[in-house]
Nanobody
Framework: QVQLVESGGGLVQAGGSLRLSCAAS????????MGWFRQAPGSEREFVAA????????LYADSMKGRFTISRDNTRNTVYLQMNSLKPEDTAVYYC???????????????WGQGTQVTVSS
């Protein structure tokens, strides 16, 4: 069992930055690939980025490449999402999730956090 708690969301102006954190409980955190997803009102949950258990492989959605960076610290049981050059269309609830394999499909993720709101003003 893995429990996930996101933090770091908030209100930021367009062009600004935020760093999201996701703290995991459980001794098996380092065996899971971790992903970030987001969901805007009226939209489906969207893949943002994912990172392998070792941190050696990363996946990004095309629209986030070059702006967002995913990382993890297995000694702290935490995964991060650094978001730069934020745009109003990045406004959404951001979720972290844990999966046995590195992938971009929400259905493949076994554990989810409660989400953190990110709002980007124009």
């Amino acid at each position: 069992q893995v429990q996930l708690v996101e933090s770091g969301g908030g209100l930021v102006q367009a062009g600004g930055s935020l760093r999201l954190s996701c703290a995991a409980s459980g001794r098996t955190f380092s065996s899971y690939a971790m992903g970030w997803f987001r969901q805007a009102p009226g939209s489906e949950r969207e893949f943002v980025a994912a990172i392998s258990w070792s941190g050696g492989t990363k996946l990004y959605a095309d629209s986030m490449k070059g702006r967002f960076t995913i990382s993890r610290d297995n000694t702290r049981n935490t995964v991060y999402l650094q978001m730069n050059s934020l745009k109003p269309e990045d406004t959404a609830v951001y979720y972290c999730a844990a999966s046995r394999g590195l992938n971009s499909w929400p259905a493949e993720y076994d554990y989810w956090g409660q989400g953190t709101q990110v709002t980007v003003s124009s």
